[in-house]
């Protein structure tokens, strides 16, 4: 059945899909997700997603999606971000944000897609180290 399909589509994506509430609590996450960051989706599922970022946004993100919700004036939905992330071991890398919002009866979830940077810095680097 569809249910399903979407589920295993949803598991399978080589992108890390994170969705969460309004107050920042993850609902869903993916097994890219879960591979990125180094944790089992029980670890992830009711937690904040704040324990995926290092030490200046894990702070500042609640005030974030506070401001957001207050001015409805977008810094990453529908534009995107590079940013950091951090590990359950403590190892910070670089990924792509992009961020989507929809209003359920239930409530609103933003859905976040998360795109490993790594190898794209490395390479970078190894340009830039050339010149
Ligand atoms: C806003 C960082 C994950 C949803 C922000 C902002 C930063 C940030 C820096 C504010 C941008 C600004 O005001 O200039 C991060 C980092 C993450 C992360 C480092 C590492 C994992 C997520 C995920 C979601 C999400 C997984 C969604 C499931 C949002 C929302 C906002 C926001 C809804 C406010 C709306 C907006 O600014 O457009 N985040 N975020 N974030 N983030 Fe995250």
Redesign the pocket.
Known sequence: DDGRRLKALFEMATD?I???NDR?I?ENVNRA?CEL?GYTAEELRGQK?NM???SH??T??DE??E???RTR???????G?E????CKDGREFP?R?A?S?VTLAEGTV???I?HDLSEFHLAKKRVDDLN
Do not use: K
Request: aromatic residues 10%; positive net charge.
């Open positions: 890390g994170i969705t969460m920042g993850m997700a960051f997603v995926l970022m290092s946004d894990r500042h993100h974030y999606l401001r957001y919700q004036v977008p810094h990453i939905i529908g534009i971000r940013v950091t992330g951090r990924l944000l961020v919002e933003y859905t976040g998360l």
